[in-house]
C-alpha cells in the first residue's frame, strides 16, 4: 500500500492511497459496504493484431500492452464478471458505479453488469473533439467513447447532483453527450523516455464531469484500475477521498508523482449549490402568519396582467378563482399547472420582488436554528 496523504476518519479504509496488486485480489480486501463511487477504466481488450501505421509508414503507438490481451471473449467476461462482482460487495446500499469503454467491450461489460443485478441509469458518449483518425480509411473514425452509470441495484438511490450541473451548463439540463478533447498537451504525462506514461490516459475534465455529477464532498471513490491516477487527481482536488488499485509499477510511480503535486480545492470552492428539493419544505401561510405578507395584500404577475388577494388561510381569491398560489397561479393563466413561487409578486419597498424572495429568508431564519 502506498499512501499519498494520511486519512484518518474511523472507516479502517486505506483512504487517499494506492494499493499495489491485482483488482479483485485488493477489492476483496476492503470492508463491504464501504464505497460511495467507482469509476472503472478496465482493460478494452482491443485485439489488435498487427501494428498500425500512418499514411506516411510512420507508427501509431496503438495500445498493445499485456494488461489488454485476453485469450477469448470467455476470459474476458470471466475477469470482467470477477471483478464487477467484487466492486458491487463494495458499494454502499446507494452507491453506484461508473464505467467507460470502446466498442470492443462496453456491450460486454453493459450485459454482465446487470446479469450481476446493477441497475442501469444512463449511457453516456464522451464524444472527443480531437479523435485520432481511421488512418487506412476501411471504417469511420472512432471519435466516442461509452459510459455506463449503474446504480448498486434497483432501490439504489444514488447521489445525482442535478442543480449544480444544470448551473454549469448555462442553466440547461446536462444532456447524456458530452464533448472533451482526449488527453494530450501538458496534462499526457511521459516518461523518462518522453513517450506516454500511460496510453489510454483519460482527460481529467470527464473525471471532474463524472464526480462534480454524483458524488458528494467527503464521499469514497474506487478506482479499481488506477492507471496514472487521474481519478484520484480530481477527487483530491475536488475534496472526495479515493482509493486506487493498480498492479503496474511504472503506473503507481507515476500515478504517485503527480498526487503530490496536487493542492485541493478550499472548502468554499467545493460546496455545491443545494438541490431544491433538500430544502426545508415552507408553506404560503406561514408567511402571512409571520406577517412577511399581510391579509388582504395583493400579488400580481411579472407582467402585472393578472392580480389576486391574500386571505387569512394563506389561500388566494381572483375574480371567481380561490385556492392556493398555484392553484389560483394556474387558473388565471388558463394554465394546468403554475409555480406560484415564482409567478406571484408582492410589493416590497416601492418593488415588486417574487414571493419566493420571502420563503428565502424564512428558510435562510431555520438554518440558523441548532439541530
Same mark, same amino acid.
Given at each position: 500500500?502506498?499512501?499519498?496523504?494520511?486519512?484518518?476518519?474511523? &472507516?479502517? /479504509?486505506? =483512504?487517499?492511497?494506492? /494499493?499495489?496488486?491485482?483488482?479483485?485480489?485488493?477489492?476483496?480486501?476492503?470492508?463491504?459496504?464501504?464505497?460511495?463511487?467507482?469509476?472503472?477504466?478496465?482493460?478494452?481488450?482491443?485485439?489488435?493484431?498487427?501494428?498500425?501505421?500512418? $499514411?506516411?509508414?510512420?507508427?501509431?503507438?496503438?495500445?498493445?500492452?499485456?494488461?489488454?490481451?485476453?485469450?477469448?471473449?470467455?476470459?474476458?467476461?470471466?475477469? #470482467?464478471?470477477?471483478?464487477?462482482?467484487?466492486?458491487?460487495?463494495?458499494?454502499? $446500499?446507494?452507491?453506484?458505479?461508473?464505467?467507460?469503454?470502446?466498442?470492443?467491450?462496453?456491450?460486454?461489460?453493459?450485459?454482465?453488469?446487470?446479469?450481476?443485478?446493477?441497475?442501469?441509469?444512463?449511457?453516456?458518449?464522451?464524444?472527443?473533439?480531437?479523435?485520432?483518425?481511421?488512418?487506412?480509411? &476501411?471504417?469511420?473514425?472512432?471519435?466516442?467513447? %461509452?459510459?455506463?452509470?449503474?446504480?448498486?441495484?434497483?432501490?439504489?438511490?444514488?447521489?445525482?447532483?442535478?442543480?449544480?450541473?444544470?448551473?454549469?451548463?448555462?442553466? !440547461? @439540463?446536462?444532456?447524456?453527450?458530452? =464533448?472533451?478533447?482526449?488527453?494530450?498537451?501538458?496534462?499526457? =504525462?511521459?516518461?523518462?523516455?518522453?513517450?506516454?506514461?500511460?496510453?489510454? @490516459?483519460?482527460?481529467?475534465?470527464? /473525471?471532474?464531469?463524472?464526480?462534480?455529477? &454524483? &458524488?458528494?464532498?467527503?464521499?469514497?471513490?474506487?478506482?479499481?484500475?488506477?492507471?496514472?491516477? %487521474? #481519478?484520484?487527481?480530481?477527487?483530491?482536488?475536488?475534496?472526495?477521498?479515493?482509493?486506487?488499485?493498480?498492479?503496474?509499477?511504472?503506473?503507481?510511480?507515476?500515478?504517485?508523482?503527480? /498526487?503530490?503535486?496536487?493542492? $485541493?480545492?478550499?472548502?468554499?470552492?467545493?460546496?455545491?449549490?443545494?438541490?431544491?428539493?433538500?430544502?426545508?419544505?415552507?408553506?404560503?401561510?406561514?408567511?402571512?402568519?409571520?406577517?412577511?405578507?399581510?391579509?388582504?395584500?395583493?400579488?400580481?404577475?411579472?407582467?402585472?396582467?393578472?392580480?389576486?388577494?391574500?386571505?387569512?388561510?394563506?389561500?388566494?381569491?381572483?375574480?371567481?378563482?380561490?385556492?392556493?398560489?398555484?392553484?389560483?397561479?394556474?387558473? !388565471?393563466?388558463?394554465?394546468?399547472?403554475?409555480?406560484?413561487? %415564482?409567478?406571484?409578486?408582492?410589493?416590497?419597498?416601492?418593488?415588486?420582488?417574487?414571493?419566493?424572495?420571502?420563503?428565502?429568508?424564512?428558510?435562510?431564519?431555520?438554518?440558523?436554528?441548532?439541530?
Amino acid at each position: 500500500m502506498l499512501r499519498t496523504k494520511r486519512a484518518e476518519n474511523g &472507516t479502517g /479504509l486505506p =483512504l487517499d492511497s494506492i /494499493l499495489v496488486g491485482e483488482c479483485v485480489a485488493e477489492m476483496n480486501k476492503l470492508p463491504a459496504g464501504s464505497v460511495d463511487l467507482i469509476f472503472a477504466d478496465p482493460p478494452y481488450n482491443l485485439q489488435l493484431g498487427q501494428d498500425l501505421t500512418r $499514411p506516411d509508414q510512420s507508427e501509431v503507438k496503438a495500445v498493445n500492452d499485456h494488461w489488454d490481451q485476453f485469450d477469448s471473449f470467455a476470459d474476458y467476461d470471466a475477469f #470482467t464478471r470477477d471483478w464487477l462482482t467484487a466492486a458491487r460487495r463494495l458499494l454502499k $446500499p446507494d452507491g453506484a458505479i461508473w464505467t467507460i469503454g470502446s466498442y470492443h467491450n462496453i456491450f460486454r461489460v453493459g450485459s454482465i453488469l446487470q446479469d450481476l443485478g446493477f441497475w442501469m441509469l444512463n449511457d453516456v458518449v464522451w464524444r472527443k473533439a480531437n479523435p485520432m483518425p481511421n488512418f487506412r480509411g &476501411t471504417r469511420f473514425t472512432n471519435a466516442h467513447e %461509452t459510459l455506463i452509470w449503474a446504480s448498486r441495484d434497483k432501490n439504489s438511490r444514488p447521489t445525482f447532483n442535478y442543480e449544480a450541473l444544470k448551473l454549469a451548463n448555462d442553466d !440547461v @439540463q446536462m444532456r447524456s453527450d458530452w =464533448l472533451f478533447p482526449i488527453c494530450s498537451g501538458a496534462e499526457r =504525462l511521459k516518461n523518462e523516455n518522453d513517450e506516454k506514461a500511460h496510453p489510454t @490516459q483519460k482527460p481529467e475534465a470527464l /473525471l471532474h464531469r463524472v464526480l462534480t455529477a &454524483t &458524488t458528494r464532498p467527503g464521499d469514497v471513490v474506487l478506482d479499481p484500475f488506477f492507471g496514472t491516477g %487521474t #481519478t484520484g487527481a480530481v477527487a483530491r482536488k475536488l475534496g472526495r477521498h479515493f482509493i486506487g488499485i493498480e498492479r503496474e509499477r511504472d503506473y503507481v510511480g507515476a500515478a504517485l508523482k503527480r /498526487l503530490a503535486a496536487i493542492r $485541493p480545492h478550499d472548502a468554499d470552492v467545493i460546496e455545491f449549490t443545494r438541490p431544491k428539493r433538500a430544502e426545508p419544505r415552507v408553506a404560503f401561510g406561514l408567511l402571512v402568519e409571520q406577517g412577511l405578507i399581510a391579509p388582504g395584500a395583493i400579488l400580481r404577475d411579472a407582467r402585472a396582467q393578472h392580480e389576486a388577494k391574500v386571505r387569512i388561510d394563506g389561500s388566494l381569491v381572483s375574480g371567481t378563482h380561490r385556492g392556493s398560489i398555484h392553484k389560483v397561479g394556474a387558473l !388565471v393563466q388558463g394554465a394546468s399547472a403554475c409555480n406560484g413561487w %415564482t409567478f406571484w409578486h408582492a410589493e416590497q419597498a416601492g418593488d415588486w420582488v417574487p414571493i419566493d424572495t420571502f420563503r428565502a429568508d424564512i428558510r435562510a431564519q431555520m438554518e440558523k436554528i441548532p439541530a
